[in-house]
């Protein structure tokens, strides 16, 4: 079945440090492939999506990009926040059937001053 | 805030019990999903339902039911509750078919089995 593995956490950086998530999927054809956040004490909320390949999602200065060739879509930001400190969970809906989401195993980042 | 709305946010409870988890999705979504979020397991898919019936079945154990009334709202039941049932259980929600496929989430309810 679909499946998605996700760069084990926690990860801890200094604010304004480069930072990527690494995130690689198994599914059949083109899923679409989401990143979802949530902080502390509240439910998942959308960051980036995208829905086919080579298709870059973007937003809040986060970017994944959706490489077939290599079933990825890792998370980067340039420059990373306090404010960013959160749980990552990349995700992706398979092409049939339901349209649940298969989830990663989420990354906790926690970015230090 | 996404629209979807989860009772209660926290529920604490014996071993052996019964609780009912409620949830709301956003105006006009037809689908709800039901996840279980633990420690050691990461987000789980229980179950979906689709205007008023099931969809897709996941993970969901034989003690849990759900089910969504006419109004879209849906109950998670949980019975015979065991320690290791102690989680944040997710309620999500989208629009119709050939959407984007986005979720949106609730808050969650996190239930505590002692």
């Known amino acids: 079945g679909d499946s998605v593995t996700q760069m084990e956490g926690p990860v801890t950086l200094s604010e304004e440090a480069f930072l990527t998530i690494n995130c690689t999927y198994t599914a059949t054809g083109y899923p679409s492939l989401f990143w979802y956040v949530q902080y502390p004490g509240e439910g998942l909320q959308l960051l980036l999506k995208?829905?086919?390949?080579?298709d870059k999602g973007s937003n809040k200065g986060f970017e994944a990009t959706y490489r077939k060739e290599t079933t990825s879509f890792h998370l980067e930001k340039g420059s990373v926040q306090v404010s960013d400190s959160a749980v990552y969970f990349c995700?992706?809906?398979?092409?049939?059937?339901?349209?649940?989401?298969?989830f990663g195993q989420g990354t906790r980042l926690t970015i230090n001053p | 805030d996404s629209g979807v709305t989860q009772t209660p946010k926290h529920l604490i409870t014996a071993t052996g019990q019964r609780v009912t988890l409620r949830c709301s999705p956003r105006?006009?979504?037809?689908?709800v999903y039901w996840y279980q979020q633990s420690l050691d397991q990461g987000l789980q898919f229980l179950i979906q339902?689709?205007?008023?019936?099931?969809?897709a079945k996941g993970n969901i154990l034989e003690r849990f039911s759900a089910q969504q009334f006419p109004d879209l709202h849906s109950e998670l039941n949980l019975s015979s509750l065991e320690l290791g049932d102690s989680a944040l259980y997710f309620c999500a929600s989208s629009g119709p078919k050939g959407n984007t496929g986005e979720l949106f989430f609730g808050e969650g309810s996190r239930l505590t089995v002692l």
């Open positions: 339902y689709y205007n008023g019936e099931e969809r």
């Open positions: 995700a992706l809906r398979g092409i049939q059937g339901a349209q649940k989401l298969v």
């Open positions: 105006s006009g979504d037809l689908s």
């Open positions: 995208a829905t086919k390949a080579d």
